[in-house]
Antibody
Framework: QVQLVQSGAEVKKPGASVKVSCKAS????????INWVRQATGQGLEWMAW????????GYAQKFRGRVTMTRNTSISTAYMELSSLRSDDTAVYYC???????????WGQGTLVTVST | DIQMTQSPSTLSASIGDRVTITCRAS??????LAWYQQKPGKAPKLLIY???SLESGVPSRFSGSGSGTEFTLTISSLQPDDFATYYC?????????FGQGTKVEIK
C-alpha cells in the first residue's frame, strides 16, 4: 500500500537547521508531488512547500521562502525538507504528503516532531 | 495567496445532532475543496474531496456541498467517533491553504 515514512523526532537549538526525510513506497515516487505541512502544538495546519520529484520543480509559501529547501533522491524514493535559521516558533510536527496538482492531500506521513529549544 | 476562513472555531454538540461547518474562500476555487478530520496525535484523514465526493471508507453521515467560495461540511447524526477537529483545504492553487479548523466537542 502507499506509505510515507518520515524520519524521527529532532531537537535543535535556535539558529540551527533541520532536515526531515520522507521515504515513499507503494507507488512510483516520480509520478506524484510531495507537499510539506506543519502543525504547531494546539494550532492549525500550515502548508509550507511543494515539489515535483520528477522535475525537481518546487514552490514555497511566502512565509518560508529563503528558509526552506526541498530536495529529493529518486534512487531511494525519498524527499527532504530542510528548514534553516530555526526559531522557537518553528517547534511543530512536520508532515509530508503525496499529491498531484488539483488533488487533495492523501496519504500523509506519520509526522516528525521538531523541537527548537535552548 | 488564497485565504480560507472556517466557522465556527468550536462547536459543542450532542450525539445524534446534525452538525454543519462552513468554509469560505477569499476567491473562487470552483470545487477544488477538501475536508479533513484530525484526532489528537494523528495525521489528518481525508473525508471529502472535490467539495462533495466522499472518500472511500468514510461513513455516509458525512457530506459536503458548495462551489465557488462557499462550502459546507455536514454530519447528519453525530457519533462518538466524530468528536475531532475538522479542516477545509483549497487545492485550486499549488499552495493548498487550510482553514483554521473547527473543533467539535461533546455538549
Amino acid at each position: 500500500q502507499v506509505q510515507l515514512v518520515q524520519s524521527g523526532a529532532e531537537v535543535k537549538k535556535p539558529g540551527a537547521s533541520v532536515k526531515v526525510s520522507c521515504k515513499a513506497s507503494g507507488y512510483t515516487f516520480t509520478s506524484y508531488d510531495i507537499n510539506w505541512v506543519r502543525q504547531a502544538t494546539g494550532q492549525g495546519l500550515e502548508w509550507m512547500a511543494w515539489m515535483n520529484p520528477n522535475s525537481g520543480d518546487t514552490g514555497y509559501a511566502q512565509k518560508f521562502r529563503g528558509r526552506v529547501t526541498m530536495t529529493r533522491n529518486t534512487s531511494i524514493s525519498t524527499a527532504y525538507m530542510e528548514l534553516s535559521s530555526l526559531r522557537s516558533d518553528d517547534t511543530a510536527v512536520y508532515y509530508c504528503i503525496k499529491g498531484l496538482p488539483r488533488s487533495p492531500f492523501d496519504p500523509w506521513g506519520q509526522g516528525t516532531l521538531v523541537t527548537v529549544s535552548t | 495567496d488564497i485565504q480560507m476562513t472556517q466557522s465556527p472555531s468550536t462547536l459543542s454538540a450532542s450525539i445524534g445532532d446534525r452538525v454543519t461547518i462552513t468554509c469560505r474562500a477569499s476567491q473562487t476555487i470552483s470545487s477544488w475543496l477538501a475536508w479533513y478530520q484530525q484526532k489528537p496525535g494523528k495525521a489528518p484523514k481525508l473525508l471529502i474531496y472535490k467539495a462533495s465526493s466522499l472518500e472511500s471508507g468514510v461513513p455516509s453521515r458525512f457530506s459536503g456541498s458548495g462551489s465557488g467560495t462557499e462550502f459546507t461540511l455536514t454530519i447528519s447524526s453525530l457519533q462518538p467517533d466524530d468528536f475531532a477537529t475538522y479542516y477545509c483545504q483549497q487545492y485550486y492553487s499549488y499552495s493548498g491553504t487550510f482553514g483554521q479548523g473547527t473543533k467539535v466537542e461533546i455538549k
